[in-house]
């Protein structure tokens, strides 16, 4: 049986730019899974991941209401995320970055991440049994 | 009278995702519905949309499923049918990654990188994306 272990994840793009992201969550989730636990420095445009206040939206240009167009918000991700981890025995600490925070006016987080700073992700390094920098560019 | 316009589409696959689709061929999807006149050109990875038969499953996170994950080669489907927006990939950028033409949607046309410059002179505008 596989053990359980400590995996840190620094994202620092923004929702609805980048490919990388659905990668990360692709990665995050199959940690989840496994019940490992998870630590996310979520820094500059990725602090918006969790902000409750995205909205999903029709999409004239597909032609679909808003039931139909099911439009993914990253907040749905990360919330969907918390509760699989959970489920599995792990457990996720989600720290968003308070000054990136407070730049983008995102300080409503999804219930269970926190606000942060660089020290919290400098433990992160120091406790975690790997990390994994998924930078922008 | 719309100015016609060239949109030249090298950034690929960077938020379809989450998007749904491509921002920039669905930006230019709206501006047509809106009375635009547009051109699109793909070229770079970007080639790759006219691949028939792709798309990746929906994210999974979870309990959370993406239902409506974007299929590229529809969308450049639709642009050509329905939106009559015309849409030539790069011969070069395609034989470099390993392409065929019998791989692609119908409807797409094949320019080679030499013709660009007399496509380029009967646009308005022609933008890089």
Redesign the interface.
């Known amino acids: 049986m596989m053990s359980r272990k400590t995996l840190t994840f620094a994202l620092m793009d923004a ?5 990388k ?2 990668t990360a ?2 990665i ?2 199959a940690a ?2 496994r019940g490992h636990d998870i630590n996310v420095f979520a820094y500059e445009g990725a602090a918006a991941l969790a902000f409750t206040r995205q909205s999903p939206h029709p ?4 032609g ?1 209401n808003l039931a ?5 918000t ?1 907040k ?2 990360v ?3 918390l ?2 981890a959970t ?1 599995n025995g792990g457990k996720v600490d989600w720290v968003n970055c308070g000054m990136c925070v407070d730049e983008r006016g995102v300080g409503e987080f999804v219930p269970g991440t926190r606000r942060g700073s660089p020290a919290d992700f400098q433990a992160f390094l120091d406790a975690s049994d790997n990390t994994l920098v998924i930078p922008t560019k | 009278m719309a100015k016609k316009s060239l949109n030249i589409i090298e950034s690929a696959y960077r938020a379809v995702m989450e998007e749904q689709d491509d921002t920039i061929l669905w930006l230019l999807t709206a501006m047509q519905g809106a009375g635009g006149v547009h051109t699109v050109v793909l070229r770079g990875n970007a080639v790759n949309y006219a691949i028939a038969g792709q798309g990746a499953p929906g994210l999974t996170v979870g309990e959370w499923k993406q239902t409506q994950a974007p299929r590229m080669d529809r969308d450049v489907v639709d642009l050509i049918e329905n939106r009559k927006i015309p849409v030539y990939v790069v011969e070069e950028d395609l034989a470099e990654r390993g392409i065929a033409s019998n791989e692609l949607v119908s409807g797409v046309k094949p320019i080679s990188r030499r013709a660009l410059p007399e496509l380029f002179v009967e646009y308005d505008i022609v933008s890089h994306w």
Do not use: G
């Open positions: 929702p609805y730019e980048s490919a992201l659905t969550f692709r995050l989730d989840a899974r999409n004239p240009v597909h679909k139909e167009e099911n439009h993914p990253t749905d991700q919330a969907a995320l509760a699989e489920k």
